[in-house]
Each structure stands twice: as C-alpha cells, then as structure tokens.
C-alpha cells in the first residue's frame, strides 16, 4: 500500500504544488520538539507547521499527504561523502550518489573535493554545480581542496573557491601534514571566516598500518594503526585553532582521548567543532572479522570502549555532527588481501537505519540524533534547512523509525556495493523524501 496517493512521486517534474502532510509525528532537532502535527508546504518551503491535531488549512488545490504517525523530520545534511565526479564515475556519479542519498533521507550532500582533477580551482566548481543541477536529485555542495593538487604544500585560493561556491575547505581523505601551511591556511580561511576541516591521521604514524593497533590486529596478523595517528594531529589543529581564530572542523575522530581534546578545547573557547563516521558509531573492530575488506575504513573501526566512547560524546554534545563517509570503491579495489585493500565504504543509503541502532539501545533520543545528522551540519554550513520552521526549505523526510528490513548490497543505488551493513538487520526505512518541496523518492511497498 503506497504511503502517498498515486502520482505522487510525479512532483519532481512538474510544477510545484502545495502539500499538506498532516497526521504526522513531527520530530524537530533544532528544538528538540517531538509531538503529533502537520506541516504545510508551499512554493518549496515550510509555510505552516501545526503542533497538535488540527491540520494546516491550505485551501482549494492543496494535495494532502496522511502520515499515518511516522516520523516527519528535516531531511539529513551529510558533510562528507564522495561522489566520484569528475574523474571516478565508475565509482560513483552525481546521479547514482544522490538517488542513494534520497533513498537514505539525505537531502544535502557536501562532496569530497579529492576528485580528479580536484576541486581546487572555480571552473571545476562550476562544473560540479551545473552537472548536480541536470543530474542529481538532492542538494550537492562542493568542498574545495585546501591546497593546490592536493599535494599539501600551496594553499588554494580561498576567496575565488567561496565565490564559486565552496561551502569548506580540505583535502579530502589526506591530512595536511605540514604544520606550516595549515597554519597559513588557517590564517587566510580566517579572514574569509572559512570553514577548515581536515582529516586526523597523521600519515607518518600511520606508516604501514590497515587497522586498528591491538590485539585483535595481532591475531589476524595485521599491521595496526595506533591512536597517536589520529590525536598528535587533532591536538596540532586546535592548539594552531586556538592561535589563528579559525573556525576549525575536526572531520572524523574515533576515540576517547581525542573527545577530550576537543571537549577541552570548546571550554577554552575555541572555534572547534567535529564529526564521527557512522562506522566508527555502530561498528567495532571485530566487525572486520576474517578480513572483510567492505569493513577497511579510514579512521579504521576501533576497540568496542572506544565506540561507547563515540557515542557517549555523541549523545553528550561534544560531537557535533555525524557523517556517512560514503567512499564507494570499484569491486576489484577491494577484492584484495585485507592489506593491500583500498579504505572505504559506501554508507549514504545505510546512514540513519544505522544511527537509529543507538535510538533503539536507549543510548540517545530521537531529536538530538536528528540535531547531529541535520540541524547542527546544516548550521556549521550557513543553511537554512535542518528544522521543522516556517520560511525553512521544505526538506524533509518521512520515516518509519520501527521498519525492519535485511540490508541487501545488490538493492542500494549506489553504484559501488561495498557496503559494512551488507546482511545486517536493522530497522527504520525513509518512505518518502522531499527537497525544496518536491518528492525526489518514495519507498516501494514490498
């Protein structure tokens, strides 16, 4: 039985008409309001939102949508996903990214800038903002590479890339190593209160290590990669923070000694914020099993108390944002030894069903997920989106948080199928998804 009335899913490619979605529980992360309400949508934004029984009038010509009690939430923000364009396609592609994005209630995607060529110069901004408007179905921001090619010694220009439309500035899956230019880079993002985020690995400690240092890497044999890699190079960032004034991003930490630096740092006042990957979340170490490669990421999964670690601070408000770290990877970079695979996991689609794992286990509420997945990134970026407000674009998803479905790789739209989640059972199904307004998806009855 189709949640929306037939045609429904037609809306993307006509004019846009006003919707009521009435009977619906209405989740808002940005207040922490959960309750029964209804919601009017017109001209692609939020012009009504009713707490309480009583529908929204919107007149003749408005098209009425029964939730039927689900959850009506702000669409997800996801600020780090890779989407392959240009250079990567037969990895993934603007179009494929986003309609797995919209199958996962995502409704704004902040791209990785280490394509190839990568996003260091406007034109590829353009380009990457053209090709999204012909080809994708959600929102897709670019993030500009923080130093020229990538090569972490010559910083981009900052101004020109903000001007085309970079929302963030980093280079992607590399740390910049050298202290010297991320601190001149820091000091010029200031001035144009540029949003700077890196990744904390530091490289060298890092050397030749595939997973986490341990025991468990132990008995399978496998170089580790230890927490040092990962701390030396946060406490670096926030103490160059703390003297430049940047507003600094921390993209993924993945442990208890890194929550504290950053814990630390925001009481001291500096501009510091962070993200966690939803592995590192709902994932350990021992997910990687006899040496399944689907579960190599970067930061790799670690101890199980490092995970509780991640999801206490979560839950604490000292991580800011969650992010999917979708990095799919063609199927023969990852048909290798465990070693010589490639990092990275698809997990755009499988984002909130995964994140509603802790819901579920009581370790956190409903809104204040919603607030790390939607409102809190969409703030970081100067948006509009992520809570339920008259005025706010109207994207938005309704979910039913007690669906429960087996995760089939050969079912995500994602191009790539290396998915961590493959065969978990998890529960919580996006049924429709709107961006500005319009239905960009809408779940098949089974």
Not at 12 to 29: F, G, M, Y
Not at 415 to 430: Q, T
């Amino acid at each position: 039985m189709a949640l929306v009335e037939p045609g429904m899913a037609e809306l993307q490619d006509i004019e846009l008409q006003d919707i009521e979605i009435v009977n619906a529980r209405l989740v808002d992360p940005a207040t922490g309001r959960d309750g029964r309400g209804s919601i009017l949508i017109r001209a692609g934004a939020i012009a009504d939102v009713n707490w309480g029984e009583a529908a929204p009038s919107g007149g003749e010509g408005v098209r009425r949508i029964d939730a039927r009690g689900l959850v009506l939430a702000p669409g997800l923000v996801d600020l780090r996903a890779f989407l392959g364009e240009p250079g990567a396609e037969f990895r993934e592609t603007l179009s494929t990214g986003s309609q797995a994005a919209a199958a996962g209630g995502v409704t704004t995607v902040v791209c990785r800038p280490d394509t190839d060529p990568p996003i260091d110069d406007p034109a590829i901004i353009d380009f990457i903002k053209r090709r999204a408007r012909d080809k994708a179905i959600v929102n897709v921001l670019p993030s500009a590479a923080l130093t020229k090619g990538l090569r972490g010694k010559e910083i981009t220009e900052f101004g020109l890339l903000l001007e085309a439309g970079a929302v963030a500035f980093g280079d992607g899956a590399r740390a910049l190593r050298n202290p010297q230019v991320m601190r001149r880079a820091m000091i010029y993002g200031r001035d144009f209160d540029a949003l700077i985020m890196n990744h904390v690995e530091d490289p060298d400690l890092r050397g030749s290590g595939v997973m986490n240092e341990g025991e468990f890497a132990s008995r399978r044999g496998l170089p580790g990669i230890p927490l040092e890699a990962e701390t030396i190079m946060l406490e670096r960032d926030i103490r160059l923070a703390r003297a430049t004034g940047v507003r600094y991003h921390a993209a993924m930490i993945s442990c208890a000694e890194s929550v504290e630096l950053v814990r630390r740092a925001k009481a001291e006042g500096v501009r510091v914020t962070c993200g966690v990957s939803i592995n590192n979340l709902t994932l350990n170490e021992n997910d990687v099993g006899d040496y399944r490669t689907f579960c190599k990421v970067s930061p790799p999964l670690r101890h199980e108390d490092e995970r509780l670690a991640m999801v206490a601070a979560l839950a604490e408000g000292v991580i800011d944002v969650v992010v999917s770290d979708h990095d799919p990877q063609d199927v023969e970079t990852k048909r290798q030894p465990f070693a010589e695979a490639a990092d990275g996991a698809l997990g755009i689609e499988t984002l909130l069903p995964a994140a509603l794992r802790m819901v579920q286990a009581g370790q956190i509420e409903l809104a204040p997920l919603l607030a790390a997945l939607s409102t809190r990134p969409a703030a970081l970026l100067g948006l509009a989106c992520g809570r339920l407000a008259t005025g706010a674009p109207a994207d938005l998803m309704l979910l039913d948080p007690d669906a429960p479905h087996v995760v089939d790789k050969r079912k995500l739209k994602s191009r790539a199928k290396n998915s961590p989640f493959d065969e978990a059972r998890l529960e919580g199904l996006v049924q429709v998804t709107f961006v500005g307004g319009r239905v960009v998806y809408e779940a098949q009855a089974s």
